[in-house]
Each structure stands twice: as C-alpha cells, then as structure tokens.
C-alpha cells in the first residue's frame, strides 16, 4: 500500500515530518533508514555523500554507524531540524550544504565511498534524476556505491489498485501543498541508464518501496 504521497505536506512543517512518516508508513520507514544507513557504510571512516537529507533521519544512523557525512538538502527548515536532531552528536563529521541535488557537480570527483539518496528522487523531474544519478557516479571513489532508497510504481493489475489507493492522498497532497511525489516507473532502468549496475533489490511496503544497491558500470 502507498502512504507517501502526503510527503510534500509533511516536508511543508518539518516539525511533523519524522512523525508522519513513522505514521503513514506503519513504521516502516525507520526500517529503510536503518537499511540504507547499513548498506552505505560497511567500516566506520567511510566518506557518505547524503543527497536530501531531510530532517536528518539517515544522517543521524549514517553518523552513528561511524561515517564522515556530507548532507546537503535544498531546504533551510529541514536542516535546521536536521541539525537540531544532530547537535548530541556534535556535528563533528557532518559537513551540511543548503543546496539543490544538482549542485552536487560543484562537489570533488571521487570524494566519497557511498552516495545515498533516500525518498528524494521522486521530488524531481526525469531529467534531474538522470544527471543527479549521473554526477553521483562521478563522485564515488573506486570500489564506492550508490544506495537509493525510494516509492516505485507497481506493475500489472496492482498498479490499479495502488493507483486507486493512491488517489484520495494524491488529492489531499496536492490540496495541502499545491504538488506530491510520484512514484517511480522504473527506478532499476534509471540506474543502469546514468551508468551503474544493480547489484541488489529489495521490496518493502508490499513492492511500493524500493532499496537499490548500485556500483559504477565498467
């Protein structure tokens, strides 16, 4: 079932937003956090590149886990809540940046192990994912991989049904906050067409969330 298309009304009050979320997706999306959070850093020490860090959700299990985190996220209320929630930590290995997914390109090549975009890239336009995922790319360091974490489209007769789901949030989504998120069609073939490889899927949310693993394409 889809519960994320209030997602742009929760980013609207930041306050809410970690709340809601644990709300509207059964708790479920603590459990994806801890999933990418695992999956991007392997040793402590790793260098993390976190495109839309939100309220700092990820962040806060990316620092945990021992990285050197680089947060950027284009709103000014969300890191401040994501500083906010990072302040016990001290800050000391999180640079964060205010700024738009798609000046990542102004960031050093090969600077990082991990680039990790969680329930971001449904905000933004085919042609933004493409060069977002491609300028990731070229800021992994050799032997680095990307995680992305995200809503997807279901396939066949459920897609009615998630459409159906869908709509009523859709509408109170768009009412409340004048845009939603859409789910992806095909996040795998998105990957593979900015240069990586999938080398791990996995479903949650019963398929309308997706965790991908992906490493540069030779």
């Not at 800050?91 to 975009?117: G, H, Y």
């Amino acid at each position: 079932m889809s519960f994320l298309a209030l997602m742009r009304w929760l980013e609207a009050t930041p306050e809410r937003y970690d709340s809601g979320m644990q709300a509207i997706t059964l708790g479920r999306v603590a459990q994806l956090h801890e999933a990418v959070a695992r999956e991007a850093v392997p040793r402590p020490g790793c260098d993390v590149l976190e495109i839309g860090c939100g309220t700092g959700a990820v962040t806060e299990r990316l620092v945990r886990r021992g990285a050197h985190v680089t947060a950027l996220d284009q709103s000014a209320q969300m890191l401040e809540q994501a500083k906010l929630r990072l302040m016990s930590a001290g800050n000391a290995e999180i640079d964060w940046l205010e700024q738009t997914a798609s000046e990542i390109d102004a960031l050093p090549r090969a600077a990082f192990d991990s680039v990790v975009l969680s329930l971001c890239l449904s905000d933004m336009s085919t042609s933004e994912r493409h060069y977002v995922l491609s300028q990731s790319r070229e800021r992994l360091r050799p032997g680095g991989r990307l995680i992305v974490a995200d809503e997807v489209r279901l396939r066949g007769a459920t897609r009615v049904l998630q459409s159906l789901i869908r709509a009523p949030q859709w509408l109170a989504g768009w009412l409340l906050a004048g845009s939603v998120s859409h789910p992806l069609k095909n996040l795998r073939a998105e990957l593979e067409a900015s240069g990586f490889e999938v080398r791990h899927e996995q479903q949650w949310l019963a398929g309308t969330l997706a965790l991908f693993i992906g490493e540069p394409g030779k």
